[in-house]
């Protein structure tokens, strides 16, 4: 069987959760299977396949490519992490995906593909209505070949906490960014902040002086990895305003957070986050108490916490047992087994 996968950033963190690290894992477990990745796909690549997979498609090319695939007898196999059919007006990529054209693009998707999978289900149910039985949940994994960021114990003489993300997270650090400097300038002298990927204007200069350091986004995932595991934060700091479109995130967070070695501060109702040694919160105003009890926790405590949240991630989130559900959307796309009943 061969998969020809058309991701629009290939060397991206979506694309490798989503798309490169999960199908060269099922390559090693699953005989007479190969992919390709590319950044766009012509009739003679689809013609070469036996099914196309489009992450994260929106664009009219997209449609076109299902639509050749279709007139070609090949499968479609659509795959979404995020709601790009909600994009917030303050999250940096609403002008890419909120056009009405782009909306009705997605919806046309869901409905022509063979398979639709989604992180998480919430977001099941928002592709629900336009794939019907045919929508399923692949959640992200961690892939047991990649190697540890770090080891379990914090042995820095200052506690490095972390947060990453971009521009779609204007919002979030809006309402919850406060709780940053306020944690600094109690743990002064005891910890060093990290922002990577944005500055956070908002908060910046709130901080303790020489106590938060800004670096810029790396967008090759595998030098983004090493990047973090040389910083190699204990603390990883998830603030998400409890709208709509976070509920329909996965838990990406943590599974990257027991890969680094860092113990997440994360939302309690994001499926996915509760997770033993996770430091959890209830909602806004509750995101501070937890971000200054990760902060200020003795070593052996987050030490502690990072065991059981890998071996939670281990357990369940864990890329060889995920793959299974990936094979089985395989088989879905292909016709070998039929979709459920939603």
């Known amino acids: 069987m061969r998969l020809l996968a058309w991701c629009p950033t290939p060397l991206d963190g979506t694309a490798y959760w989503r798309v490169a690290s999960p199908l060269a894992r099922l390559r090693q477990q699953v005989s ?29 090319e997209h449609v076109h490519a299902l639509e ?3 007139a070609l007898g090949r499968r479609v196999w659509c795959d979404w992490d995020d709601d ?40 099941r149910r928002r592709f629900a209505p336009h794939a019907g039985a045919r929508a399923m949940i692949v959640p992200n994994a961690l892939d047991p070949t990649l190697s540890a960021g770090a080891a379990d114990e914090d042995v820095l003489p200052v506690r490095q906490i972390a947060w990453r993300g971009g521009d779609s997270h204007n919002e979030d650090l809006d309402r919850l960014g406060g709780a940053f400097p306020k944690v600094a ?5 005891r910890a060093i902040w990290h922002f990577v990927g ?10 303790p002086a020489h106590s938060v350091y800004v670096h810029n986004w790396i967008g090759d995932v595998i030098s983004y990895f090493r990047f973090m595991a040389r910083l190699r934060p204990s603390v990883l700091a998830v603030p998400l305003v409890d709208v709509p479109f ?15 070695g860092a113990v997440p501060v994360a939302p309690k109702w994001l499926e996915g986050c509760d997770l033993p040694g996770v430091y959890t919160y209830e909602d806004d105003a509750d995101f501070e108490r937890a971000l200054r009890e990760a902060t200020l926790a003795p070593a052996d405590e987050l030490a502690q916490r990072l065991a059981l949240l890998r071996a939670a991630v281990a357990k369940d989130y864990g890329l060889d047992a995920v793959n299974m559900l990936r094979m089985l ?10 979709s459920e009943a939603a």
């Open 32 to 60: 007479d299977f190969s992919f390709t990745i590319v950044e766009r796909a012509d009739t003679n690549d689809i013609l070469a396949h036996d099914v196309l997979l489009l992450q994260r498609p929106f664009l009219d």
């Open 68 to 70: 050749t695939a279709k």
């Open 84 to 123: 790009i059919m909600d994009v917030p007006a303050n999250n940096g990529r609403v002008f890419l995906y909120r056009s009405e054209k782009h909306q009705e693009n997605v919806r046309q998707l869901a409905r022509g593909a063979d398979v639709v999978t989604v992180t998480c289900e919430e977001l």
């Open 185 to 189: 300038r109690e743990a002064e002298g």
């Open 198 to 207: 944005m500055t956070p204007y908002q908060i910046l200069n709130r901080f």
């Open 246 to 260: 976070n509920r329909k995130k996965s838990n990406i967070c943590c599974i990257e957070a027991a890969w680094m």
């Open 329 to 338: 959307a395989l088989k879905r796309a292909l016709g070998v087994v039929e």
